[in-house]
């Protein structure tokens, strides 16, 4: 399922069951020039379904609690600000062996604030799908979770139609984010 479809497909569930969290998902005025000085920035490449996905939208607000079951989305200016803060890390402990352009961070756990699920960056031309990697900040390990971030959005929106996430609030109106049934 390509990246449009799933967002049509999260949207009209979010619409029905969580409207307010809809409203959580930055509406995106990502350019392909904006893509371009981002991955400038980063030194690294967006895969193809990233790229895609920011062009739908930029991320989440500040205030939303993770659509993704407490995890939230990143807005391109919270990438760039992680990648330059890691830079800064890798310098003032002199970190020969981690290069912060080799991660992309796209989803932060909300409960911790410090665990991440990120894509590699792709190959030079940017045409190279890379996987979903979930990454925890106490026991660090490479995790890989799913095959790239089109096939994360694909997955997501079946489990959401299969009734697997609900609203983090009883209240679908004032939810902010959604969590994973019991």
Known sequence: MSVSESFTRIESWLSKNAPNV??????????????????????AKF????????????GESTESTGLFGSWRWLPLNE??????????NVQKYKL???????????LELTTTHSDLRYVE????????????????HNQPTR?????????????????????????????PDKAHGLVLKN
């Open 96 to 106: 020969v062996d981690f290069k912060p352009s080799f991660m992309i961070p796209l």
């Open 79 to 88: 990438i760039i600000e992680w990648n330059n803060e890691q830079k800064q």
């Open 22 to 43: 809809l409203r959580q998902l930055n509406k995106s005025t990502v350019t392909n020039d904006e893509l371009n000085k981002a991955e400038s920035i980063l030194g």
């Open 47 to 58: 895969p193809p379904s990233v790229r895609e996905a920011y062009t739908h939208y930029n």
């Open 143 to 171: 995790d890989i979770k799913y095959g790239s971030f089109e096939n994360y959005l694909s997955t997501f929106a079946e489990r959401l139609e299969l009734g697997e996430y609900n609203p983090d609030s009883n209240n």
């Open 121 to 136: 960056t792709s190959g030079d031309d940017g045409k190279e799908e890379t996987p979903v990697i979930e990454w925890n």
